[in-house]
């Protein structure tokens, strides 16, 4: 069985949808999501017109600043101290990667804590690790989601997640310790990947390389979230990291790539973009 993230986050977003028109009556406008794009690498653009499309179909106000890759690190701190003391603007996200000689750091520590929709500055991943408020990022929000949608009762269960990344692997391991799982994280490091994952009844992959999980790898009946985006050398087509018709004869369920991961990060933005402009109404 597939477990597809395009519906899932077509009814997420039919919800916020609802829920923005209803906030917009309360506030007397609707949420404001700020997107700065620096330079136009090719995966960036799409990503970022596919946040707009989906600002516009939950009723978000966006706005998109596109700068030029040699846009120098102090001029967009400068953008960024403006868009924190504006009181519209409700999320701000700077797009990743950035052009190499600005520090990401620096930028992700800019935005404020409040504004920060991504769920990526310190105080909020610290908050995330000590079960304070916090926004959750959006892809691991997502899968937490997934799961719940495949109706996998995650306490008790062995999840593995493969991938240790700061946006992925790290915040959806605790986010799944949160659910009660007995929780693994694989990495390049790790001897005997297979002998890992054939213990996970939860498989959760994010390493972003095409093949990383072959049927053999996977237990019989176990769920699989395939979170790699990457492109076929030959087809040029999208992929994931699991070998996905080999698995899915295998596994109880999968996520497809596209169609899987990918919606449901975009419909968690949306979900984070409401809530930090619900958390501003005096309630
Ligand atoms: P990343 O920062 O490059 O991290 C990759 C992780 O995979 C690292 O922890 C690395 O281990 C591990 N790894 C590399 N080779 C491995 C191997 N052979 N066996 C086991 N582990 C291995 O990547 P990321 O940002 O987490 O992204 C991972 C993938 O997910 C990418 O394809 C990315 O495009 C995709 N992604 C998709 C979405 C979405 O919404 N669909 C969102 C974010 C990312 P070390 O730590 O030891 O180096």
């Known amino acids: 069985m597939r477990i597809s993230g395009k519906e899932l986050s077509l009814k997420l977003k039919a919800e916020l949808k609802e829920k923005v028109a209803l906030l917009k009556k309360e506030a007397g406008r609707a949420p404001q999501l700020t997107v700065i794009l620096v330079g136009n690498n090719p995966a960036s653009v799409s990503y970022v017109t596919g946040k707009a499309k989906a600002c516009e179909a939950v009723g978000i106000d966006n706005r998109t ?6 846009t120098e690190e102090a001029s967009l701190l400068g953008l960024i101290a ?9 999320g701000i996200l700077v797009q990743l990667p950035l052009p190499p000689h600005i520090d990401e750091n620096r930028v992700i520590d800019a935005i404020a804590k409040e504004k920060d929709v991504d769920g990526f500055h310190p105080l909020n991943v610290a908050a995330l690790w000590q079960h304070r408020p916090c926004t959750v990022p959006c892809t691991p929000k997502g899968i937490i989601k997934l ?3 495949a109706g996998e009762d995650i306490a008790g269960k062995r999840a593995v997640v493969v991938g240790r990344s700061n946006i992925v692997g790290l915040p959806v391991a605790k986010l799944l310790l949160d659910e009660n799982a007995t929780v693994t994280i ?5 001897r005997n990947l297979g002998e890992v994952t054939r213990e996970a009844d939860i498989l959760v992959v994010a390493v972003g390389r095409p093949g990383t999980i072959t049927a053999d790898m996977v237990k019989p009946g176990a769920v699989v979230i395939d979170v790699g985006v990457n ?4 087809t040029g087509k999208l992929c994931g990291d699991v ?26 933005l949306m979900e984070n973009t409401v809530e930090a402009f ?6």
Do not use: Q, W, Y
Not at 65 to 70: G, H, K, P, T
Not at 186 to 190: L, Q
Not at 245 to 254: L, M, P, Q, W
């Open 65 to 70: 600043i596109r700068l030029d890759a040699s």
């Open 82 to 90: 403006d868009l924190n003391a504006d009181e519209t603007v409700d």
């Open 147 to 149: 799961l719940k949608e």
């Open 186 to 190: 694989a990495h390049s490091r790790t």
């Open 231 to 234: 492109r076929n050398s030959t």
């Open 243 to 268: 070998d996905t018709e080999a698995v899915e004869a295998v596994a109880r369920c999968i996520t497809p790539v596209p169609g899987g991961v990918g919606p449901m990060t975009i419909a968690c």
């Open 278 to 283: 619900e958390a501003k109404l005096p309630r």
